[in-house]
């Protein structure tokens, strides 16, 4: 049965509303008609079964046969703070990030970025980057999209407030490995720190550290960024998320 993502405001009681975009693919891609049932999720974790109603040039509705939590989301909340690479790899990171159950993505900018983040310049990405999320979501099977955050200095997001969890960056240079560092105890709370394709600095890697972030390494082999990520998540996931 196809699955669509509304905005959790889209529901009403037990009537459904789907905006243009959605409307076009019901409509104009799949050719949906009155009476057809579909599964919508709403981001927040709640499954609806739908019956269409309504199929218009630019909206729909349908009513509500059926409720359910939806059960794709993992119990370890997952945040990926990562330094914006070069080309589309952000985008790449994004979708396997959203496929392995990240929570949240933060792209940070790091003394050895060569993406620079101008507002004007960055506004279509950002908005590219958040359709790639809420694809790789509906691709899964998840119910919550992962937010995908504006970029800044990691020294403006490390003077931010943070729930309390585990603080993790992951540098090539660290004498330590992953599975000697993480907290035998159960995790519910996790944000892995990327760097560049440069790396991070000594300087940065200090200024984490005195945040209380574990430093890290991942082996023997140098990753690429868009590797590294993806690999602390699912490592995590099979530690103290639902991989195991």
């Known amino acids: 049965m196809t699955r669509f993502h509304i905005r959790p405001e889209a529901v009403s009681g037990d009537r459904v509303r789907f905006d243009a975009q959605e409307t076009h693919h019901l409509a ?9 049932v579909i599964r919508t999720v709403d981001g927040e974790g709640r499954e609806f079964t739908v019956r269409l109603e309504r199929l218009g040039r630019h909206d729909a509705e349908g009513a509500i046969v059926g409720r359910s939590v939806a059960r794709a989301e993992s ?12 080309g589309d790899k ?5 979708r396997m990030a959203t496929e392995l159950g990240v929570s949240r993505i933060v792209p940070i900018l790091t003394e050895r970025t060569v993406v620079h983040a101008e507002p004007l310049r960055w506004a279509p990405r950002l908005s590219r980057c958040r359709r790639v999320a809420k694809e790789a979501a509906k691709q899964s099977g998840r119910a ?63 200024r984490l ?9 991942l082996g023997p082999r140098i990753l690429r960024t868009e590797t590294a990520g993806p690999t602390a998540l699912a490592l995590l996931q099979a530690r103290y998320g639902d991989l195991r």
Do not use: S
Not at 28 to 36: A, I, K, S, Y
């Open 75 to 86: 119990p370890l909340d997952l945040t990926l703070c990562q330094a914006v690479p070069k």
């Open 90 to 94: 952000l985008e790449t990171i994004i």
């Open 28 to 36: 104009r891609v799949l050719r949906l008609r009155p009476d057809d």
């Open 209 to 217: 550290q005195a945040a209380d972030a574990v430093i890290a390494g």
């Open 144 to 206: 919550v999209i992962p937010d995908v955050a504006e970029p800044r200095a990691l020294h403006d997001w490390l003077a931010e407030p943070r729930p309390p969890g585990l603080l993790l960056c992951l540098w090539e240079d660290a004498r330590t490995g992953l599975g000697e560092c993480l907290p035998a105890t159960p995790v519910e709370r996790a944000t892995v720190v990327i760097g560049p394709e440069g790396g991070l600095t000594a300087g940065e890697v200090d």
